[in-house]
């Protein structure tokens, strides 16, 4: 099983970027969508969720009104569209898979590598 994150990138404040996560070995659409972030010095985050069904999504309060999150199952792929990008956005960005609980970090088992997203001023 393999998760792989692509998309990130060094971009200037308020410009725009897409990330995608292609899933392998597994089939996605049974899994819950979790896109993380850790910024250095920083607690890993929660920045977006998107349930199996996506009928049922998650934002922080950093992430809302700015970030989309969205999956397309038959393509066993994972998006994450983030506007409006600010310098505290600098991290690296990890999807993973949760076979159950949304929101809770220990649920989420399969990890991707990460990809290093930089917005600078």
């Known amino acids: 099983v393999r998760l792989q994150e692509s998309g990130g990138g060094l971009v200037q404040v308020g410009d725009n970027l897409t990330l995608s996560c292609v899933v392998a070995?597994?089939?996605?659409?049974?899994?819950?969508m979790g896109w993380f972030r850790r910024a250095p010095g920083k607690d890993r985050e929660l920045v977006a969720a998107i349930a199996w069904s996506s009928t049922n999504t998650y934002y922080s309060d950093s992430a809302k009104d700015r970030f989309t999150i969205s999956r397309d199952s038959a393509k066993n792929t994972g998006y994450l569209q983030m506007n409006s990008l600010k310098p505290e956005d600098t991290a690296v960005y990890y999807c993973a898979a949760s076979p159950n609980r949304l929101t809770d970090h220990r649920s989420y088992n399969i990890w991707g590598q990460g990809t290093q997203v930089t917005v600078s001023s």
């Open positions: 070995g597994v089939s996605f659409r049974f899994y819950n």
